[in-house]
């Protein structure tokens, strides 16, 4: 069975008035998406011993996320303050806590027993993608950083995620090809409430959103990249893969947080 681990950054997303927090950070988001498609999945990355770390992991184990290398370090998890306007999650600031950290001799032969290795821009492990590419394919969500960043990567990167909902359709498709000309196996663009695009051997495919009403967008494109990362790995074609990433989308924008789980964060509300 294909198997899929996210590595990096988490976080505890508080939100501006009502002050609850819900799991988050991209690469949690990932994997929670990518089990929920039906994908076995795993999460590597740093938690603070605080309530917080411990919501995170129960979230994670209640989602059937595997966390055999999840750290459990003294301090704080991260957490950051959002605020919701219209739909659409607003970051305010936060902390990274102890989230940052390097992957060991010791990780990098867990994550050779994975077919894939996601990541991303916020979870601070760019130094080491040639090291992970080395044992494993890797998706890399590049959200909105420009070329000089993604040049320095991508040539190490299997699939390459890029959030294009803030660029016109024709950007957007420009978007795409830039990167498919830079060698990934798979481009896949967020374009917000326009839907997505995935680019597969220079082949365009793109799905109009499904969902009906926004609550709260954040996480939406976390469970985009799950759904579609768990379709491509299980077999099926560019379009069903799309397609249940953004069924997965759909629902993560009905409601708070990026998958549920809401909790009263108590000491983290008392630093906003």
């Given at each position: 069975m294909m198997s899929l681990v996210c590595a990096g950054d988490n976080v505890v997303d508080i939100y501006q008035g009502t002050g609850e927090g819900y799991p988050g950070g991209n690469a949690v988001n990932v994997s929670v998406a990518a089990r929920r498609?039906?994908?076995?999945s795993a999460y590597l990355g740093a938690v603070g011993d605080d309530d917080a770390g411990r919501r995170l992991i129960a979230a994670l184990t209640a989602e059937a996320v595997a966390t055999d290398r999840l750290r459990v370090l003294s301090g704080s998890t991260a957490w950051c303050e959002v605020q919701v306007v219209d739909g659409d999650r607003q970051f305010l600031g936060g902390d990274l806590g102890v989230s940052k950290f390097d992957l060991s001799a010791d990780d990098l032969a867990y994550v050779s027993g994975f077919d894939v290795l996601h990541t991303g821009d916020n979870s601070h492990l760019e130094t080491q993608l040639a090291d992970i590419a080395e044992v494993t394919k890797v998706s890399f969500d590049f959200g909105s950083r420009p070329w000089n960043y993604v040049d320095d990567l991508i040539g190490h990167v299997w699939c390459a995620c890029f959030s294009g909902g803030h660029l016109p359709p024709e950007a957007a498709i420009a978007l795409a090809d830039q990167a498919a000309a830079r060698g990934p196996a798979a481009v896949l663009v967020s374009e917000g409430a326009r839907g997505a695009r995935l680019v597969i051997d220079g082949v365009h495919v793109a799905v109009a959103s499904q969902a009906t009403s926004v609550t709260d967008s954040l996480g939406a494109g976390d469970a985009l990249i799950g759904g579609v990362l768990s379709g491509l790995m299980r077999g099926q074609s560019p379009l069903?893969?799309?397609?249940?990433?953004?069924?997965?989308?759909?629902h993560t924008v009905s409601h708070f947080g990026a998958f549920g789980y809401g909790f009263d964060p108590g000491s983290i509300d008392a630093q906003l």
């Amino acid at each position: 069975m294909m198997s899929l681990v996210c590595a990096g950054d988490n976080v505890v997303d508080i939100y501006q008035g009502t002050g609850e927090g819900y799991p988050g950070g991209n690469a949690v988001n990932v994997s929670v998406a990518a089990r929920r498609a039906g994908l076995t999945s795993a999460y590597l990355g740093a938690v603070g011993d605080d309530d917080a770390g411990r919501r995170l992991i129960a979230a994670l184990t209640a989602e059937a996320v595997a966390t055999d290398r999840l750290r459990v370090l003294s301090g704080s998890t991260a957490w950051c303050e959002v605020q919701v306007v219209d739909g659409d999650r607003q970051f305010l600031g936060g902390d990274l806590g102890v989230s940052k950290f390097d992957l060991s001799a010791d990780d990098l032969a867990y994550v050779s027993g994975f077919d894939v290795l996601h990541t991303g821009d916020n979870s601070h492990l760019e130094t080491q993608l040639a090291d992970i590419a080395e044992v494993t394919k890797v998706s890399f969500d590049f959200g909105s950083r420009p070329w000089n960043y993604v040049d320095d990567l991508i040539g190490h990167v299997w699939c390459a995620c890029f959030s294009g909902g803030h660029l016109p359709p024709e950007a957007a498709i420009a978007l795409a090809d830039q990167a498919a000309a830079r060698g990934p196996a798979a481009v896949l663009v967020s374009e917000g409430a326009r839907g997505a695009r995935l680019v597969i051997d220079g082949v365009h495919v793109a799905v109009a959103s499904q969902a009906t009403s926004v609550t709260d967008s954040l996480g939406a494109g976390d469970a985009l990249i799950g759904g579609v990362l768990s379709g491509l790995m299980r077999g099926q074609s560019p379009l069903q893969a799309l397609q249940a990433g953004t069924t997965l989308a759909a629902h993560t924008v009905s409601h708070f947080g990026a998958f549920g789980y809401g909790f009263d964060p108590g000491s983290i509300d008392a630093q906003l």
